[in-house]
């Protein structure tokens, strides 16, 4: 089955620096990658998501992309804030009625003011 | 807020105990989704329903089962509880059930297992 690596555990930045996370997949079927950001005490919400036909999506400050070959994605924040301190998830997902749901352990970012 | 319900908030049982945690999706998602999360850990997916049958399937122990009801509501029936299970519930919705679209997290149940 599908088996998701994610690193850095933990991520400490100054504000205004960029971030990066990195997750590594095992299925070459996967085809759907998102990223989830919770809140200390809350759901996790999708920040931003990509599919393998899509090698980069940006969305503000936010941007993902995707390397299918070497089965890597990474979550880029830039310009970060406080706000932006959370725990980050990333997923692999076959999108065929659902036969992997397999999210990485998670990023513990803290920004630093 | 998401849309999608969650009750209870906070359990509290003993061990052996059996204990039902209920969902409701967000209105016209056909699609519900079960996970685990224990403290400081990621998220596990359990399982997956769609439009009252199940869809997916993911490390959810025998002892633990779900249904999805015409209504679509959904119940995560946990039997025989151990220690260990004492985590937090989530459960999340989603318009189709393909796995490609976001999930819609609820807040999710806090179980205690003494």
């Known amino acids: 089955g599908e088996n998701v690596e994610q690193h850095p555990s933990t991520l400490s930045v100054q504000e205004g620096d960029s971030a990066v996370i990195k997750c590594t997949y095992s299925?070459?079927?996967?085809?759907?990658f998102p990223w989830y950001k919770q809140e200390l005490g809350k759901r996790p919400q999708l920040i931003i998501d990509i599919r393998s036909n899509v090698g980069e999506k940006k969305d503000q400050r936010i941007a993902v992309t995707l390397n299918k070959t070497a089965k890597h994605f990474s979550l880029h924040i830039t310009e970060t804030q406080p706000e932006d301190s959370a725990v980050y998830f990333c997923?692999?997902?076959?999108?065929?009625?659902?036969?992997?749901?397999?999210f990485g352990p998670g990023t513990r970012l803290s920004v630093l003011p | 807020d998401s849309g999608v319900t969650q009750t209870p908030k906070h359990l509290i049982t003993a061990t052996g105990q059996r204990v039902t945690l209920r969902c409701s999706p967000r209105?016209?998602?056909?699609?519900v989704y079960w996970y685990q999360q224990s403290l400081d850990q990621g998220l596990q997916f359990l399982i997956q329903?769609?439009?009252?049958?199940?869809?997916a399937k993911g490390n959810i122990l025998e002892r633990f089962s779900a249904q999805q009801f015409p209504d679509l509501h959904s119940e995560l029936n946990l039997s025989s509880l151990e220690l260990g299970d004492s985590a937090l519930y989530f459960c999340?919705?989603?318009?189709?059930?393909?796995?490609?679209?976001?999930?819609?997290f609820g807040p999710g149940t806090r179980l205690t297992v003494t």
């Open positions: 209105s016209g998602d056909l699609s």
């Open positions: 299925d070459s079927a996967s085809n759907y």
């Open positions: 999340a919705s989603s318009a189709d059930g393909a796995g490609g679209d976001e999930q819609y």
């Open positions: 329903y769609y439009n009252g049958e199940e869809r």
């Open positions: 997923a692999a997902i076959l999108d065929n009625y659902g036969q992997n749901f397999v």
